[in-house]
């Protein structure tokens, strides 16, 4: 499956971004969704997953402020990125993950990437 990442950009600290990942067929359907940052110098690090039932998970770092959803009739998958901060800035990746669990290394596809920057 092919997974392509959309709607990154810059934001002022306090504002709000909407991610799309959107998947070539529905066999992504068939993974647990998940997305992920990674910042200059640091390891990518998940950031929300979501299963084909629809049962979600946040880092802790996000939660309450980002909402992960999925439409399976457009084969895509989201990220609703509300009360931005300076720290979320990072590339955002979306990933189809054989495993359900959020850890980089259990990812079998990942999306090209988004740039998102979050000024003060």
């Known amino acids: 499956v092919q997974l392509v990442e959309s709607g990154g950009g810059s934001v002022q600290a306090g504002g709000s971004l909407r991610l799309s990942c959107a998947a070539s067929?529905?066999?992504?359907?068939?993974?647990?969704m998940g997305w992920f940052r990674q910042a200059p110098g640091k390891e990518r690090e998940g950031v929300a997953g979501?299963?084909?039932?629809?049962?979600?998970y946040y880092a802790g770092s996000v939660k309450g402020r980002f909402i992960i959803s999925q439409d399976n009739a457009k084969n895509t998958v989201y990220l609703q990125m509300n009360s931005l901060e300076p720290e979320d800035t990072a590339m955002y990746y979306c990933?189809?993950?054989?495993?359900?669990?959020?850890?980089?290394?259990?990812?079998?596809?990942w999306g090209q990437g988004t740039q998102v920057t979050v000024s003060s």
């Open positions: 067929d529905d066999t992504y359907r068939n993974y647990y």
């Open positions: 990933a189809a993950i054989w495993a359900r669990i959020l850890l980089s290394r259990y990812a079998t596809y």
């Open positions: 979501i299963d084909s039932d629809g049962n979600t």
